[in-house]
């Protein structure tokens, strides 16, 4: 570079550029290398060195400085907004249309594609809110339907149990009934089956009885007497003693015999009494023509109580009525009121006891 001073007109001279003389300034020559001995600075220790802090800030201007000169003659560069697909479910045709070339819009614009991104932004996560809320009514829902079906299946369980209760104690019920109907009519079976053999027994008797009068008539006719009763065995005695009576001694004669055989009368006479006697049970006083009594003791049944009979005449059945072990027919004969021997008397009255 040519002088202007008049000491050095016509003579070129060379001097030192001074700093800042290229109007830029090298942090690499004039403050990364300084010259040894001088410009030291002490590192401290657990931190940068001061020289490299004002290095780094020195790099720092150069570069901001060589980017603002620059900028103006770089062509502007594409900005494209994010897309949240995972986040917000779009994709596609979102992120095409999210995707906005800020460089070639207007500077008025600019701002502008900002904005409806961050509405678009605040859109999407107003649509996930949305959607999170959808997810947790429908969530009740299902728990409350749940919840619902599970009452409704308790209940439904109630009353199934509740109907087989009611079906089990009907089904008692009814077998209880049947079963009182089958006792009913065994019982009722039972009665008749013996009703029936009582009818059949009644009209023996009649044909026995009728027997008995054709017998009593012919044994009249041969004497006038008869046999108290048939089909017979005779087991106690007049006068066999023993505790089984009163009196220390046995009073009659015992003819035994099933019970309901016929009872008969041993002569013409008439019954006096018929009726309970106490350890006799039922009894019959029958009174000769001669005045000798007859009593017929321990019967079932009375088939004659008062009045005039003949010899052979069913008046009784044999029993077990009062004191007794079995049935059979207790004879007495009586005279003056004192007895006497049976045996001997139907003996002498002509009868093969």
Not at 288 to 300: A, F, K, N, Q, R
């Amino acid at each position: 570079m040519a002088s202007n001073s008049p000491a050095h007109e016509g003579t070129d001279i060379q001097e030192t550029p001074t700093a800042g003389a290229w109007g830029e300034w090298n942090p690499t020559e004039d403050s990364a290398r300084p010259v040894r001995g001088k410009h030291r600075v002490a590192k401290p220790r657990g931190g940068l060195a001061r020289s490299s802090t004002v290095l780094g800030v020195g790099v720092i201007a150069a570069v901001g400085a060589g980017g603002m000169a620059t900028a103006q003659d770089r062509p502007q560069a594409a900005v494209s907004l994010p897309s949240f697909p995972d986040l917000l479910g779009g994709g596609g045709a979102d992120q095409e249309a999210g995707h906005v070339a800020v460089a070639d819009a207007p500077a008025g614009e600019q701002g502008l594609g900002h904005a409806d991104a961050g509405e678009a932004l605040r859109h999407r996560i107003l649509q996930q809110a949305e959607s999170q809320h959808d997810a947790a009514e429908s969530r009740a829902r299902a728990d409350a339907e749940r919840v619902a079906r599970e009452a409704a299946a308790q209940e439904a369980k109630a009353q199934r149990e509740a109907a087989q209760k009611a079906a089990d104690e009907a089904r008692a019920a009814a077998e209880a009934r049947a079963a009182a109907e089958k006792e009913a009519a065994e019982k009722s079976a039972a009665h008749k089956a013996a009703a029936d053999k009582e009818a059949a027994a009644q009209e023996a008797a009649s044909g026995e009885a009728g027997a008995a009068r054709a017998g009593g008539a012919a044994a009249q006719a041969a004497g006038g007497y008869a046999l108290p009763t048939s089909a017979y065995t005779l087991t106690s005695h007049y006068g066999d003693s023993g505790s089984m009576w009163s009196s220390g001694h046995h009073t009659g004669l015992d003819f035994a015999a099933p019970t309901g055989t016929p009872v008969k009368a041993v002569g013409d006479g008439t019954v006096i009494s018929a009726g309970w006697s106490g350890a006799y049970g039922y009894r019959i006083v029958l009174r000769l023509d001669d005045g000798t009594e007859v009593w017929y003791c321990h019967l079932s049944s009375m088939s004659v109580t008062s009045g005039p009979v003949g010899a052979g005449d069913t008046i009784g059945r044999v029993g077990a009525t009062g004191n007794v072990t079995g049935a059979h027919l207790h004879l007495e004969v009586r005279r003056g009121g004192s007895t006497m021997d049976p045996l001997a008397w139907l003996t002498s009255k002509g009868l093969n006891v």
